[in-house]
């Protein structure tokens, strides 16, 4: 069910036709999002945030089926947690596909994909038809918003448009596992739990080894 109004939805399509970074609710945090694919969109993040370029991008996807188009040689063990958990707060580090550019992954060649539970998020993916990334709206080194005033308290007249999504339900931003290694490992413990991805893998997850 569509719920921005067509002009809303429009204004956010073309802003992010024309390169620039919106604010956009998702179930974890607010995100400063941006086209993915197109290095000058990616920049607008970085510069907005003063977030270092090598420091990679989260890629958002409207669903799971959009793996195998940014990501090179999906593993089994991704598409049992995407089914498992997406939409929702779990972000998978995998082998980077050849469409995203570098720019999005601070020059490596993996890429942190996931599908976010919020349905203004996933109406502007789905409309849009290409990945967002969309790090957390705010100055770096400062909180993580999760309001829309926040996100305007913080980065004001820099964003064009801050949709608003009310309070994000979780607030805390995603668990990310590591899958392009033997053995699945944590990287940033979150909303979603070892335990848990243990369950549905049946093998174990290492633990994040603090280099995050
Ligand atoms: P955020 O700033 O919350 O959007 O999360 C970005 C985090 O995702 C980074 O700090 C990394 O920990 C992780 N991340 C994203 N892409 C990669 C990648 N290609 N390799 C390793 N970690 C990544
Ligand atoms: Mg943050």
Same mark, same amino acid.
């Given at each position: 069910?569509?719920?921005?109004?067509?002009?809303e939805l429009?204004?956010a399509?073309?802003?992010?036709? +024309?390169?620039?970074?919106?604010?956009?609710?998702?179930?974890?945090v607010?995100?400063?999002?941006a086209?993915?694919?197109?290095?000058?969109? /990616? +920049?607008?993040?970085?510069?907005?945030?003063? @977030? &270092? /370029?090598?420091?990679?991008?989260?890629?958002?996807?409207?669903?799971?089926?959009?793996?195998?188009?940014?990501?090179?040689?999906? &593993?089994?063990r991704? @598409?049992?947690? #995407?089914? =498992?958990?997406?939409?929702?707060?779990?972000t998978?580090?995998?082998?980077? *596909?050849? $469409? !995203?550019?570098t720019?999005? %992954?601070? *020059?490596?060649? %993996?890429?942190?994909? @996931?599908?976010?539970?919020?349905?203004? #998020?996933?109406? !502007?993916?789905? =409309?849009?038809? @290409?990945?967002l990334?969309?790090?957390?709206?705010? $100055?770096?080194?400062?909180?993580?918003?999760? %309001?829309?005033?926040?996100?305007? #308290?913080?980065?004001?007249?820099?964003?064009?448009?801050?949709?608003?999504g009310?309070?994000?339900a979780?607030?805390?931003?995603?668990?990310?596992?590591?899958? %392009?290694?033997?053995?699945? $490992?944590?990287? $940033?413990?979150? *909303?979603?739990?070892?335990?848990e991805?243990?369950?549905?893998?049946?093998?174990?997850?290492? &633990? #994040?080894?603090? /280099?995050?």
């Open positions: 069910m569509p719920v921005l109004s067509p002009p429009e204004r399509l073309s802003l992010l036709r +024309a390169g620039e970074a919106i604010g956009l609710p998702t179930e974890t607010y995100g400063l999002a086209d993915a694919l197109r290095p000058e969109a /990616t +920049a607008r993040i970085f510069a907005i945030k003063g @977030r &270092p /370029t090598n420091h990679p991008l989260i890629l958002h996807l409207a669903d799971a089926s959009w793996l195998d188009d940014y990501v090179a040689d999906v &593993p089994e991704a @598409r049992r947690l #995407a089914d =498992a958990f997406w939409p929702g707060p779990l998978l580090l995998l082998k980077r *596909g050849e $469409r !995203v550019p720019t999005a %992954t601070g *020059g490596l060649d %993996t890429v942190a994909v @996931r599908v976010p539970n919020h349905p203004i #998020a996933l109406e !502007v993916l789905r =409309a849009y038809g @290409r990945p990334a969309a790090p957390s709206a705010n $100055r770096f080194g400062s909180v993580s918003p999760t %309001t829309r005033e926040h996100v305007v #308290a913080d980065l004001g007249s820099d964003v064009p448009l801050v949709l608003d009310g309070a994000c979780i607030g805390l931003e995603s668990t990310i596992v590591d899958l %392009t290694r033997e053995s699945p $490992r944590l990287v $940033r413990p979150g *909303g979603i739990s070892a335990i991805l243990e369950r549905v893998l049946g093998e174990a997850v290492l &633990p #994040a080894d603090g /280099t995050e």
